[in-house]
T-cell receptor, first 116, second 114 residues
Framework: GAVVSQHPSWVICKSGTSVKIECRSL??????MFWYRQFPKQSLMLMAT?????????EQGVEKDKFLINHASLTLSTLTVTSAHPEDSSFYIC????????????FGPGTRLTVL | GDSVTQMEGPVTLSEEAFLTINCTYT??????LFWYVQYPGEGLQLLLK?????DKGSNKGFEATYRKETTSFHLEKGSVQVSDSAVYFC?????????????FGRGTQLTVWP
């Protein structure tokens, strides 16, 4: 149980295009999902906290117009990188908070984005 | 602010060797501490956790003790196996307004040779 999937697992796009990444909780409902970014040999940096049915809360320094987050249902959150540029190339990871008051987060396998 | 400093890798060991990965933290209040493991091609998985000082988290032969006096949460295993090869992340979760938010260390790549 408690499986989180991400799609796609990797994507290559041209500079200026937009890319959507999906995060799904497969066997549980997640009121809260988190989006992280990871650079090579760096730690995971929290980008935003996504709550179902409300606007995402972005961390300081993260451009909300650049990284659009939508959490339309209890099992799906999406991250759209708009007008992507090479500096947006990174590994994006989502997690979903489990239910039952444990606050444990379950992580997706990540999406590798490369912007040419 | 809250942060985690983790021993840099990579760490390469022979099977059955003793493993220690150091982790220290800075936090206000009383955080919960975690070790996550990421196997190749998979998402992070919770390995163990401790929620208060002197607690010991353990799982799959791994252990870590929450040491408030040294602000540390070092990961140990007495005898590693090839299947333990993975990236290990130390993390903390603060309380109050940051409840649920995780702060991660950089990760330590462990490779175990047969």
């Amino acid at each position: 149980g408690a499986v989180v999937s991400q799609h796609p697992s990797w994507v290559i796009c041209k500079s200026g295009t937009s890319v959507k990444i999906e995060c799904r909780s497969l066997d549980f409902q997640a009121t809260t999902m988190f989006w992280y970014r990871q650079f090579p040999k760096q730690s995971l940096m929290l980008m935003a906290t996504s709550n179902e049915g409300s606007k995402a809360t972005y961390e300081q320094g993260v451009e909300k117009d650049k990284f659009l987050i939508n959490h339309a249902s209890l099992t799906l959150s999406t991250l759209t990188v708009t007008s992507a540029h090479p500096e947006d190339s990174s590994f994006y990871i989502c997690s979903a908070e489990g239910q039952g008051g444990t606050n444990e987060q379950f992580f997706g396998p990540g999406t590798r984005l490369t912007v040419l | 602010g809250d942060s985690v400093t983790q021993m840099e890798g990579p760490v390469t060991l022979s099977e059955e060797a003793f493993l220690t990965i150091n982790c220290t933290y800075t936090a206000t209040g009383y955080p919960s501490l975690f070790w996550y493991v990421q196997y190749p091609g998979e998402g992070l998985q919770l390995l163990l956790k401790a929620t208060k000082a002197d607690d010991k988290g353990s799982n799959k032969g791994f252990e870590a003790t929450y040491r408030k006096e040294t602000t540390s949460f070092h990961l140990e295993k007495g005898s590693v196996q090839v299947s333990d090869s993975a990236v290990y992340f130390c993390a903390l979760s603060g309380g109050g307004s940051t409840l649920g938010r995780l702060y991660f260390g950089r990760g330590t790549q462990l490779t175990v040779w047969p």
